[in-house]
């Protein structure tokens, strides 16, 4: 479900034409529509209702602050995994007591500044994290809630670079070490060791990993009571699926109803539930938006050669994910009624599209049957609301891109484009030239091994 449609003049996000959008702010560009991140939240709020769950959006997934805002005013907490995203979500006004830290290597800065910002819950992912949090909150006169990631060892079938929760992946600790952990760590006076967490893996088609894993957390959960360990907080991670093509990602629905009634009866006796979806919030509520610069034919092949490539959508390149892509202002026999049916539309043809990027690997889609293409059309490429611009670089030195929120009529630019000026602000512009040593014995300066010399 999203609020991207064809009309008669073309995609609309909610109530405004796209190429509206794009002829104001310019291509590429991220457009977000709040009526879809919303109704995805609370899809998910009413679902999983019987649990009560702290559903934390994984800030990773798209951290513009008007949309962590958003989803926090909503009643959102978040999923953080560094100190720059406890920053962006405290910013944005979220609670930090409904801020769930994962990561597998936090560092002392980070941890001070969550034991600091007295955040929910540390998600612990090995016994020096562990000990470490424990020495940092010692200092600090404070005590950390926090959580045992472990590895359910449970196959989420989808890519390797996102499996998370099978053996040997660096997240987490493996489950059947967790008794001795416990036994080991319980009795730290300055952490409350209250919780189990995992996370599989993303993006998850499937139900029965989730049951799989969420009834191996709970066999846990019993072994460790009868050590007299009490677990009174269940974080059952992220990874959701999102409609990219077939329409046949699971709703959250077809979810909770598979794991409500394995957690019901503990949600009632005293167990708190958490949720880290960010995929299946935000992938389907945007589009990027980009326009074709040249049309030309290599070979046998016909490259759309965009303004958008692997520096703003890395995803097609990286995990080969597909993106329905499709032209903003069809002609009328190629307005798509049924995003995937419409590849079957009559006097389309094979296009690749592809990026300015320097690299054969750039690209947003391949062999893909499109209206015929031309300079100047505008492209939508859809479900790129999830790691889109939170993943966006600036290879080649491309400015990253501007961020657009939609609300009904109106549009709003939540990050402006940016500049070539910003790509080095950061950057001293004259090359340092090593500092002449008047004498053997001359003051030692902050550059560094002209100093030591
Ligand atoms: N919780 C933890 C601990 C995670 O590591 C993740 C995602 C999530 C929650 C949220 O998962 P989600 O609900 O968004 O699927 N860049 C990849 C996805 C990487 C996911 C990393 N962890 C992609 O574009 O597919």
């Known amino acids: 479900m999203d609020h991207f449609q064809f009309r008669e003049t073309g995609l609309h996000a909610e109530d405004v034409p796209v190429h509206r959008i794009a002829e104001s702010v310019g291509t590429p560009t991220y457009i977000y529509s709040r009526a879809t991140l919303l109704e995805h939240l609370k899809r998910f709020q009413t679902a999983f209702a019987p649990l009560e769950p702290t559903i934390c959006f994984a800030v990773k997934s798209c951290s513009n602050l008007a949309i962590l805002n958003l989803l926090a005013e909503a009643g959102a907490g ?3 995994v560094s100190g720059g995203e406890l920053r962006r979500a405290l910013t944005a006004g979220t609670d930090p007591g409904l801020c769930v830290y994962a990561g597998v290597g936090k560092t002392d800065e980070e941890i001070n500044y969550a034991l600091d910002s007295n955040i929910g819950l540390f998600n612990c ?3 020096p994290e562990f ?19 472990v590895n359910p060892d449970v196959d989420p079938k989808t890519h390797r670079h996102t499996t998370t929760g099978v053996r040997s992946t660096k997240f987490g600790i493996d489950i059947e070490d967790a008794p001795a952990f416990f036994d080991r760590y319980a009795g730290e006076t300055a952490c409350d060791l209250c919780g189990l967490h995992a996370h599989i893996g993303s993006p998850i088609r499937e139900v029965e ?8 957390l709970l066999e846990l959960a019993d072994l460790l ?11 059952l991670g992220g990874g959701f699926a999102a409609d990219y093509e077939t329409g046949e990602a699971p709703s959250a629905r077809t979810y909770a109803d598979a794991l409500v009634p394995l957690l019901e009866e503990r949600v009632s006796n ?5 949720m880290e979806p960010g995929r299946s919030i935000a992938a389907n509520a945007g589009v990027l938006v980009a326009r074709v610069q040249y049309v030309k034919i290599a070979g046998d092949r016909r490259f759309a050669i965009i303004d958008a490539g692997m520096h703003t959508l890395l995803r097609p390149s990286h995990y080969d994910a597909f993106h329905f892509t499709w032209p903003c202002s069809p002609k009328e026999q190629h307005v798509p009624m049924d995003r995937r049916a419409s590849l079957e539309l009559e006097g389309l043809i094979k296009h690749d599209v592809v990026g300015p990027i320097c ?6 889609a391949l062999d893909r049957d499109l209206p015929p293409l031309e300079r100047g059309d505008l492209l939508a490429v859809f479900g790129s609301g999830a790691y889109g611009m939170s993943m966006a670089n600036r290879y080649n030195s491309m400015p990253l891109p501007a961020e657009v929120l939609v609300d009904g009529d109106a549009f709003h630019v939540i990050r402006r484009r940016e500049t070539l000026e910003d790509l080095f602000s950061h950057e001293s512009a004259s090359a340092p030239t090593a500092t002449p040593t008047a004498t053997p014995t001359a003051t030692p300066t902050a550059t560094h091994g002209a100093a030591e010399q």
């Not at 949090?133 to 950390?144: F, N, Q, V, W």
């Open 78 to 80: 978040m999923d953080i």
């Open 225 to 235: 009571g009868t050590r007299g360990h009490v677990i009174t907080t269940l974080d």
């Open 209 to 216: 990993p989730y049951v799989r894993s969420t009834r191996r």
């Open 131 to 149: 000990e470490n949090i424990a020495r940092l909150a010692r200092a600090r006169g404070t005590r950390a809630r926090v959580a045992l990631r």
């Open 359 to 364: 690299e054969t690997g750039d690209y947003i």
């Open 125 to 127: 992912e090995s016994a």
């Open 270 to 274: 005293g167990l708190r539930i958490v």
